[in-house]
């Protein structure tokens, strides 16, 4: 039985993530920065809670990395802690900076102290690319970060690919775009989205507030995402892959799309709320997933509005 190593599993990634190594029959372990405290809701609500065992670690204390690596001993680990939001990266950069790029390091660095044979996941992002443009972004495009959260990303993505070459790690990053889920905090603008709108069609009076929603994004849906992680761990060679779904929408079809499933025009609920806007954004975030579906057999099935339908469906039914 192999055994994972989930670096933070009370997250959306973390939750599906160790629900498919279950089902794979992995033993899995999982990381929070203090597991006494952290309810592991999203794990309660997928009802695997009791199957994975848990620990306290954090990333940027290199003792508390290494004493977790030597007791679990695992075969894969899987980096997904981070401090993930971009909007709240330009109020606590420093904070970002330290749980993505060491965070990262002190992974790299115990892995290659213990010298054990272990194969590394890392959480990389679309968000280093910065504006895509027209042109869909592929391993080979040049990094040029817009918020401190892809600066942070963009330094543990160099990071991975260093270790890799320079001491031959099994080290992947896999570049993902965005993906969702009902298990998705409502920080995020697009859980934010569907349950106001959900909430105006039960008879709430209240208006949705947005930011820039000309902004075009590569929207995916998490549960199959995680298994692009698991497939870039079981393939030949260590590598970095773009992960998404090919395709590009504005966050107004996203917005217009959850209000359509529940019945309503958006246009006759969404404000502009100026104090949202980020001091830089990414105007067109596009993708080209190619070499994951060459390399790996991965293939985004659901597209917006699958994923739009799905997480209205889930907060209709209470999930
Ligand atoms: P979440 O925010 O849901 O989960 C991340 C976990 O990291 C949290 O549950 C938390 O665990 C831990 N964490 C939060 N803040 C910090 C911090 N300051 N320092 C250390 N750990 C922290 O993220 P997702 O599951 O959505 O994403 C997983 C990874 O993938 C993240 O690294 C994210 O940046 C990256 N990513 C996500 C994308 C998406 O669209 N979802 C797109 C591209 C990349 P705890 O509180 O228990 O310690």
Redesign the pocket.
């Known amino acids: 039985m192999k055994t994972a190593l989930i ?10 993530l160790a629900e498919l190594l279950l089902k794979k029959g992995y033993s899995v372990c999982g ?5 006494q405290m ?1 309810s ?1 809701q ?1 794990l309660s609500r997928l009802g695997i809670r009791e199957q994975v065992k848990l620990e306290s ?4 204390d290199f003792r508390s990395v290494l004493q977790v690596l030597t007791k679990v001993k695992p075969d894969e680990i899987y ?7 971009v909007g709240l990266s330009f109020n ?1 950069p420093v ?2 900076l ?3 790029a060491t ?1 990262t390091l002190n992974l790299l660095e115990a892995i290659r102290f213990t010298g054990a044979d272990i194969k590394l996941y890392n ?5 280093c690319f910065g504006n895509t443009g027209e042109l869909a972004a592929d391993e080979n495009t040049p990094f040029r970060p817009r918020s401190p ?1 892809a600066v942070a ?1 963009s330094a543990a993505f160099w990071e991975v690919a260093n270790y890799r070459e320079a001491y031959g790690l099994f080290a992947c990053s ?7 889920s009902p ?3 409502e920080r ?1 603008v697009t859980q934010k989205i569907i349950t106001t709108a959900c909430r105006i069609a039960q008879g709430s009076a209240e208006k949705l507030y947005l930011g820039e929603i000309s902004v075009r994004r590569d ?2 849906w ?1 549960p199959e ?1 995680v298994e692009a992680m698991y497939k870039m761990l079981q393939h030949d060679e260590p590598d970095d892959y773009v992960i998404a779904t090919g395709k590009t929408s504005a966050l107004q079809d996203f917005v217009a799309e959850a209000f359509t499933c529940v019945g309503l025009n958006w246009e006759d609920y969404v404000e502009t709320d100026q104090t949202l806007y980020r001091p830089t954004d990414i105007a067109v975030g596009r993708a080209n997933p190619a070499k994951a579906q060459e390399k790996l057999g991965w293939q985004a099935q659901y597209k917006l509005p699958d994923v739009v339908r799905m997480m209205v469906e889930a907060r209709q039914k209470g999930f």
């Open positions: 670096c933070g599993i009370s997250g959306q990634d973390g939750a599906y990381t929070s920065r203090d597991a952290s592991f999203n670690m954090i990333l940027t980096n997904l802690a981070a401090q993930s939001s606590q904070e970002t330290e749980s993505i965070g959480a990389g992002s679309s968000e959260y990303k896999g570049i993902l775009f965005n993906h969702e298990l998705r905090p995020f929207w995916g998490a995402y």
